[in-house]
Each structure stands twice: as C-alpha cells, then as structure tokens.
C-alpha cells in the first residue's frame, strides 16, 4: 500500500513524506545538537568551535541545514501553489525562494567548513 501511494500515480504523497522525514530528521538532530551542548556546556568562543570542530558533526550539521531548507522550501511552495493564482506571479517568487535558499545553502557550507 505504502509503495503504491509513492508511485507516479500520487505525486504529491512523495513530497509529503520528505517533508516529515526531514521533520523527523530535524528533530533528532536538533535532540543530538542539545545533547552535544549540554555535554561540552561551550562557555565562550572557543567553547563553540570545539563543538562544531569534528568533521562527523560538520556534515551532521549539514545534513540538518539541508533537511530544513528542503522543508522549509517544500512548504514556501505548497503556500505559493495554493494562494498565488496568477502564474507569472507565482514563478518569479518560487524563483526567488530558490535563490533564498541556495544563498543559505552556500552561506551554511562556508560558515561550517570555511571555519579555522
């Protein structure tokens, strides 16, 4: 049953089930990142660098910030699908949500790898 609803046939379902898994995915990671915190307890700069230092957590991170802005863009698009009618309107905002997003996703890789 769950493998005909992910089919061509219902489009939307697989949409739906990326976003509440990168909800989920969300979720035990913001759990891990507080986890981690209360753990290290960072009292300054240095603190926080070493939280963010290990190479498995950079890319836990990233994976994280990937999940969120595919939510986030995941639901900006269903809100711009339901409540802008007009096509033209409507594409040059999508067009702007994705170039929001790739900007965020450039600024996150440079804030977690470009750091020393």
Same mark, same amino acid.
Request: net charge positive; proline share 3%; charged share 10%.
């Given at each position: 049953m &769950? $493998?005909?609803l992910?089919?061509a #046939?219902?489009?939307? /379902?697989? &949409?739906?089930?990326?976003q509440? *898994?990168?909800?989920l995915?969300?979720?035990l990671g *913001? &759990? *891990? %990142?507080? @986890?981690?915190?209360?753990?290290l +307890?960072?009292? =300054?700069?240095?603190?926080?660098?070493?939280v %963010?230092s290990? !190479?498995w957590?950079?890319?836990?991170?990233?994976w $994280?910030f990937i999940?969120?802005?595919?939510? +986030? !863009?995941?639901?900006?698009r =269903?809100?711009?699908? =339901?409540?802008?009618?007009? &096509?033209r309107?409507?594409?040059? @905002?999508? !067009? *702007?949500?994705?170039? +929001?997003?790739?900007g965020?996703?450039?600024?996150?890789? !440079?804030?977690? $790898?470009? /750091? #020393?």
């Amino acid at each position: 049953m &769950l $493998f005909e609803l992910l089919t061509a #046939k219902y489009p939307g /379902m697989r &949409l739906w089930l990326t976003q509440r *898994l990168c909800a989920l995915s969300m979720a035990l990671g *913001l &759990l *891990l %990142f507080w @986890l981690r915190v209360w753990w290290l +307890a960072p009292a =300054d700069h240095a603190g926080w660098v070493a939280v %963010f230092s290990p !190479w498995w957590w950079r890319l836990l991170s990233v994976w $994280f910030f990937i999940c969120m802005l595919m939510h +986030a !863009w995941l639901g900006v698009r =269903d809100v711009l699908r =339901d409540y802008v009618a007009n &096509l033209r309107c409507r594409s040059v @905002l999508q !067009w *702007l949500v994705n170039l +929001a997003v790739a900007g965020n996703a450039l600024a996150i890789l !440079w804030i977690l $790898f470009g /750091m #020393k």
